[in-house]
């Protein structure tokens, strides 16, 4: 046989699963995008007591087909001004960061692209952090003030919240004393908890750095709209909008992986060794079916016949998926411990996904935007220094439950109560100044000569 | 043979990227084809199974200093030339230097070859599957061999921020 053939069947054989996971993970996250952003719409009018998308399908669930071929035979317009190449390259950098950076996330035990890779979090941390240059060439290219402001406020944000993100995330490495994704998943299991009780001050300046990261409300000011027409996207329309569009939602699918993985004991079972615990792994089932026989009951009251049809799909679907879930289950007594394990563990993982993308919304139409000076002293006066003393005190803690016999759990509460204490400090402080610099603020605005003014 | 296809590729982009960054009139444009090349390295360094390295290269330099590099050129006017961009003698004295470095690395490079083992080449390399995962190395030599010279690295750099802080206030206020 031809060699080169051969070195690329061997090469298939050794990495079918990854390759088979790399190119699932880039079918489907557009779709995932396109049906998160419907939750968000649907979220969004349940919390302001409206129905929300509604007509393309039964409740609204074609809706992200339709967006996304609406937006594919759009017009694709360059402005004549634009810097062409930049203009082209920047969304399919955006894009590219995001889908990379998933390589390294275990969606499951077995559902990973690049499995033993030693810097695990770390490559999906760094690579993540290539997006926002898409924004800010993306935004420059456009050769519009909209969009260079949109730009700019990008980059500091993205400068001001990164170095809160990596502080918390080395709370949590600490913790685990490992880079790979896997290992910190498996030292969780080990240590009998999940890592946000052990070090809940990293998770949450991580779950705020986050949000600041994938810039969304209330940090959504690189694209404020009430501001900066839609800031470093102004420009943009059609396909490549789409893919900036995209590369938000993946980016925060990314977050939240990160964020599951290292805090909320990424694919593993709520008390995974709890013995009288063990009906929880029957929740996937039971969840499935409700929903499939919520649909049935739905179907009945479509008011055409295509779309109760599309809704007893809808719950076909789910009972399929159900009684695989059940062929899988412990209780079975199938062997197919690999499935199991796989199926289980994808399900666990996705759901603290979907609750972490969950808060985001919450916080997206609960909280108003930050001022921009807000946001910067959010950034450098609390949240930096805050995540910097919590990195000291999990090591504090760490050593004094190895070194000198400590219990662990006492030794973390002990640390974070301290933590906490600097927090409070911070925030006293903090408020004396703000109240200082608005009152410059104010003093400077009066001088200001109003154009209007007579 | 997969390896030497990994690095001639990756070399060559760094190398054809290093030259455009120099040759480009827009200080964007510049930058991009800085970043390139840094990617490049640190593709380069994952070749060399230097994953550490690696993700250091893309999280500092592509990641930190490469977008400080882009905020300040969004910020400065740039299509005003520098005078010292326009004198001719700086010609001359950086084809000089460069030179100069080509021809010490080129030395460096052939006493290497003349003795293996003892400069650039090593004879047999540990196989990549057999090397010791080197986030731990690193950290292992970092802060048990060499402790002491990284610490007074680290200080050495605390002092130089705290000194930029100092003089960026003294300006501020005056």
């Known amino acids: 046989m031809n060699p080169t053939l051969h070195s690329i069947l061997a ?6 699963v990854g390759l088979l996971c790399a190119v699932l993970i880039v079918l489907v996250v557009p779709l995932i995008a396109g049906y998160i952003v419907l939750v968000e719409r649907k979220v969004m009018a349940d919390m302001q007591a409206r129905l929300g998308p509604m007509r393309v399908g039964p409740h609204g669930l074609l809706q992200p087909i339709a967006d996304a071929l609406k937006l594919l035979i759009k017009e694709d317009l360059i402005p004549d001004n634009a810097d062409q190449f930049i203009f082209w390259f920047a969304p399919v950098l955006s894009m590219t960061a995001a889908l990379t950076s998933m390589g390294a996330v275990a969606f499951g035990p077995w559902f990973q692209v690049a499995r033993d890779i030693n810097i695990g979090l770390l490559f999906v941390v760094g690579v993540s952090a290539l997006g926002p240059f898409g924004i800010v060439l993306g935004g420059w290219a456009s050769n519009n003030h909209y969009s260079i402001i949109g730009a700019l406020r990008s980059t500091a944000q993205l400068i001001s919240y990164e170095t809160t993100a990596g502080f918390a995330l080395v709370s949590g490495f600490l913790l685990a004393g490992t880079l790979n994704v896997r290992a910190i998943v498996e030292t969780q299991r080990a240590d009998h908890a999940w890592y946000i009780f052990l070090a809940p001050v990293g998770f949450f300046t991580y779950l705020i750095a986050s949000i600041a990261e994938t810039n969304r409300a209330p940090f959504d000011l690189p694209e404020a709209e009430s501001e900066l027409v839609a800031g470093y996207m102004t420009e943009y329309s059609g396909f490549r909008w789409s893919l900036y569009f995209l590369a938000e939602y ?6 939240a992986s990160v964020g599951t993985t290292l805090f ?3 694919w593993l079972r709520p008390f995974p060794s709890v013995q009288w615990l063990g009906w929880l792994d029957a929740a996937p089932t039971l969840l499935l079916a409700a929903v499939g026989a919520y649909c049935v009951f739905r179907a ?3 008011p055409a016949r295509v779309q109760s049809l599309f809704m007893w799909a809808v719950a076909f679907a789910c009972f399929v998926v159900a009684a695989i ?3 899988a289950s412990p209780f079975s007594h199938l062997p197919l411990e690999r499935m199991h394990d796989g199926l289980y563990g994808a399900f666990w993982f996705l759901l603290k996904d979907s609750v972490y993308i969950y808060i985001f919304m919450w916080l997206r139409f609960t909280l108003p935007r930050f001022r921009f000076d807000q946001l910067m002293r959010l950034g450098w006066h609390i949240l930096i220094p805050l995540a910097l003393i919590n990195v000291v005190d999990v090591g504090i803690a760490l050593a004094l439950s190895s070194e000198f016999g400590l219990n662990r ?3 973390m509460i002990v640390t974070t109560a301290a933590t906490l204490g600097v927090a409070i400090l911070l925030l006293r402080w903090n408020d004396k100044y703000s109240a200082a610099a608005s009152a410059a603020l104010l003093a400077d605005s009066s001088v200001v000569e109003d154009p209007h003014a007579g | ?5 990994i690095f001639y590729s990756f070399a060559g982009i760094a190398v054809i990227s290093a ?3 120099i040759t480009r009139r827009n200080a964007i444009h510049s930058a991009v084809f800085l970043i390139t090349t840094l990617l490049a390295t640190a593709g380069i360094f994952l070749q060399l199974r230097a994953e550490f390295l690696f993700i250091s290269q893309i999280i500092l330099y592509v990641g930190g200093i490469m977008v400080l590099f882009i905020f300040v050129i969004m910020l400065v006017r740039l299509d005003v030339p520098l005078p010292q961009i326009r004198s001719r003698t700086q010609k001359w004295i950086a084809l000089l230097v460069a030179l100069a470095v080509g021809v010490e690395a080129g030395v460096v490079i052939f006493l290497a070859r003349k003795a293996p083992g003892q400069g650039l080449l090593i004879p047999n390399p540990a196989p990549a599957d057999k090397l010791p995962p080197n986030t731990e190395e690193l950290a292992n030599s970092l802060f048990r061999t060499y402790l002491l010279p990284f610490e007074i690295a680290s200080v050495l750099l605390l002092v130089a921020m705290v000194g930029a802080v100092v003089m960026a206030k003294k300006r501020t206020d005056a």
Request: glycine share 10%; net charge neutral.
């Open chain 1, 11 to 16: 090469f298939v054989q050794t990495w079918w």
């Open chain 1, 250 to 255: 993946a980016n925060m699918i990314v977050v």
């Open chain 1, 264 to 266: 909320l004991g990424g």
């Open chain 1, 300 to 302: 009945g009251k479509q």
């Open chain 1, 325 to 327: 879930f059940a062929l």
């Open chain 1, 409 to 411: 759990w006492l030794a």
């Open chain 2, 1 to 5: 043979m997969l390896d030497s296809v």
């Open chain 2, 19 to 21: 030259a455009l960054m």
